[in-house]
Nanobody, 116 residues
Framework: QVHVAESGGGLVQPGGSLRLSCAAS????????MGWYRQVPGKQRELVAS???????NYADFVRGRFTISRDNAMNTVYLQMNSLKPEDTAVYYC??????????WGQGTQVTVSS
């Protein structure tokens, strides 16, 4: 079993920054991939960014250049630094932890609201 805990959401003004954190714990020796998705009511959950165990990253076009994903393998933690936030970035952000391919655990989600 894997436990996933996110933190760092909140209210920020347009143009501001937030940093999300996600820590994984449980029965695994290493984590294959970690990432962040987001979801707004009435829409499907969408990928924001992902990072593999070797440090390779993938970003959605709508955040490229504004968001940065990173991970600390020793702490089993992934971060999402969000800069130049826009109102359309408002969503619940979910962390995913994949201990191995095709095995995924989700966090409970953290609300990010971008509004003046």
């Amino acid at each position: 079993q894997v436990h996933v805990a996110e933190s760092g959401g909140g209210l920020v003004q347009p143009g501001g920054s937030l940093r999300l954190s996600c820590a994984a714990s449980g029965s695994f020796s290493r984590i294959y991939a970690m990432g962040w998705y987001r979801q707004v009511p009435g829409k499907q959950r969408e990928l924001v960014a992902s990072i593999m165990s070797d440090g390779s990253t993938n970003y959605a076009d709508f955040v490229r250049g504004r968001f940065t994903i990173s991970r600390d393998n020793a702490m089993n933690t992934v971060y999402l630094q969000m800069n130049s936030l826009k109102p359309e970035d408002t969503a619940v952000y979910y962390c995913n932890v994949d201990p191995r391919p095709f095995t995924r655990y989700w966090g409970q989600g953290t609300q990010v609201t971008v509004s003046s």
